[in-house]
């Protein structure tokens, strides 16, 4: 699977899945941007680097419509293009319907679903105007199948898979690809919170009767960021363990 030179952002790098899809491109000669919130970030990037790997940290909020904008001009005149955008930052606040405040609500929509919507619009005209690029965003079982607590992050998580069927329709033609990739249960920071009998029955609804690893689902991301995976366009891949089968 070859992703070998290609210029490729991670977004929510520092930690987690993003560090694990961040390690495995540069492990397949990807030259690997991190993108994260988290000074972390740093850490991340020069164990990459120690390796003799390309990797850089960028301190950003995807968020942040200008930073966002500025980072990817800084990307492209020093790296000359973008080959590859990763969309895996997302946060949760979780909080049942009846008690669930606008704050918590907005703060999972401006990362979740207007985060993703502007590092994408901004990358987009860069892989046009090469006739090249694949775009992968971090959907979840949760925009399948819904989960208790989640109205906001359930909402972001459908809303990327509509997103990216729309993008897929419109940018397929310029030799650009856009998936997303619904990661189940996966041990990461996002998931440490939770209580381990939470835990135990969540993993009694996964036939494969285990949590995923990151690298679980660092695989995905590089078969569909790959030169090979040229003709899958417009997908949400459930990596799950069957949990959404
Ligand atoms: N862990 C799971 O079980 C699971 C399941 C389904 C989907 N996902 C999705 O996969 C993705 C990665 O999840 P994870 O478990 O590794 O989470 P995580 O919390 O361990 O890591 C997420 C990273 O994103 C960063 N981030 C948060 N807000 C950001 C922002 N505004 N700008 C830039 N970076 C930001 C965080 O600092 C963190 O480093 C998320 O989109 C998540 O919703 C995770």
Known sequence: MTVKNRVAIVSGAA???????????????????LWDVLDEGEQTAQAITDKGQSA???KISIADKSAVEDAVAAIVSKYGTIDILINNAGITRDKTLLKMTDE????????????????????????????????????STTGLRGNYGQTNYAATKAGVIGMTKTWALELGRYGITVNAIAPGYVKTPMTDAIPDNVKQMALMTIPVGFLAEPQD????????????????????LPIDGGYSR
């Open 15 to 33: 930690r987690g899945i993003g560090r694990a899809i961040a390690e495995l491109f540069a492990e397949n000669g990807a030259r690997v941007i």
């Open 217 to 236: 689902l660092a695989v995905g991301y590089l078969f569909l960021a790959s030169d090979e995976a040229r003709f899958v366009n417009g997908i949400c």
């Open 104 to 139: 918590q609500w907005d703060a999972v929509i401006d990362v979740n679903l207007k985060g993703i919507f502007y590092c994408t619009r901004a990358v987009a005209p860069i892989m046009k105007e090469k006739g090249y690029g694949r775009i992968i965003t971090a959907s």
């Open 56 to 58: 850089e940290f960028m």
